[in-house]
């Protein structure tokens, strides 16, 4: 069965960075992109980077593009997210989702990003 | 960036009702929209994918429809485990695009 593991997560000051990483399980990780959905306290869903099975490509979020760097290894089978410049709008949870028929089709449980000083 | 929006932004009905959502995007996305559910706590679960067709797993009383700019979901029969909230998501274009959601209640 898939497994998505994030982790990472935590309480960080504002203007500091974070890497997340998100291990992954039960599939052949080196087949599929990879993308990273965040979600603010009570608010909706918002994508936020995606990189290709072979990281040769990677899209990212107006919100995010020049600050968030996404990455991956898929000898450990592990999605990262790095965050620099962080800010008060970008805490939230952090989902890591598996592509499956061009869009997210497996999501992972989360792991919670707090920025405040 | 393409901008999807939902209709209701909630909604009540009874178990057993037929309950639809819409989806409109902005502009013309083919078939590239996907469906998600999302109980209180919990992570997202995939529904729909290529606006019709059922993720693996999914029962058959969720169905999806529409192409271009329009969408809908359908829950042919309402039952109390889907009280939840619908999200839509365009991945025609980078940045792919959710709607706002749309949380349904039971009566």
């Known amino acids: 069965e898939v497994q998505l593991v994030e982790s990472g997560g935590g309480l960080v000051q504002p203007g500091g960075s974070l890497r997340l990483s998100c291990a992954a399980s039960?599939?052949?990780?080196?087949?599929?992109?990879m993308n990273w959905v965040r979600q603010a306290p009570g608010k909706g869903l918002e994508w936020v980077s995606i990189?290709?099975?072979?990281?040769?490509?990677?899209y990212y979020a107006d919100s995010v593009k020049g600050r968030f760097t996404i990455s991956r290894d898929n000898s450990k089978n592990t999605l990262y997210l790095h965050m620099n410049s962080l800010r008060a709008e970008d805490t939230a949870v952090y989902y890591c989702a598996k592509e499956e028929m061009a869009t997210i089709g497996w999501w992972g449980q989360g792991t919670l990003v707090t920025v405040s000083s | 960036d393409i901008q999807m929006t939902q209709s209701p932004s909630s909604l009540s009905a009874s178990v057993g009702d037929r309950v639809t959502i819409s989806c409109r995007a902005s502009?013309?996305?083919?078939?590239?929209l996907a469906w998600f559910q999302q109980k209180p706590g919990k992570a997202p679960k995939s529904l729909i994918y290529?606006?019709?067709s059922l993720q693996s797993g999914i029962p058959s009383k969720f169905s999806g429809s529409g192409s271009g700019t329009d969408f809908t979901l359908t829950i042919s029969s309402l039952q109390p485990e889907d009280s939840a909230t619908y999200y839509c998501?365009?991945?025609?274009?980078?940045?792919?695009?959710f709607g706002q959601g749309t949380k349904v209640e039971i009566k």
């Open positions: 502009q013309d996305i083919a078939n590239y």
């Open positions: 290529a606006a019709s």
């Open positions: 990189i290709s099975y072979n990281s040769g490509n990677k």
């Open positions: 998501q365009q991945y025609k274009i980078y940045p792919r695009t």
């Open positions: 039960g599939f052949t990780f080196s087949n599929y992109a």
